[in-house]
């Protein structure tokens, strides 16, 4: 799959990893790769985007959803993301 991202949000939510001694590569984190998995939930599939989100929640916790809104709001996605972790922190 490949998703065109605005150039004024392409870099929110990397972080650089150490791939090896002194290389870090960048990548997205938790939270932007959840939110974009909900995003493109019609391409990916559903039961993918939300198997996502049920483990970014079990790992992360309440303490994560701040994260999830704040990149959610900056995609314009807060509408799709709002009702899903309510529904599993029911």
Known sequence: MVAQ???ATFALGVERFE????????MYNAARSVVDAM???????ETLALSALGRY????????V????????????????????EAMLA
Request: charged residues 20%.
């Open 5 to 7: 991202y605005a150039p």
């Open 19 to 26: 791939a090896a001694p002194a290389e870090t590569v960048p």
């Open 39 to 45: 995003r493109h939930r019609s391409r990916i599939g």
């Open 57 to 64: 929640l079990r790992s992360n916790g309440r303490s994560g």
């Open 66 to 85: 701040g994260e999830l809104h704040h990149v959610a709001s900056e995609l314009g996605a807060l509408s799709v993301i709002r009702p899903a972790v």
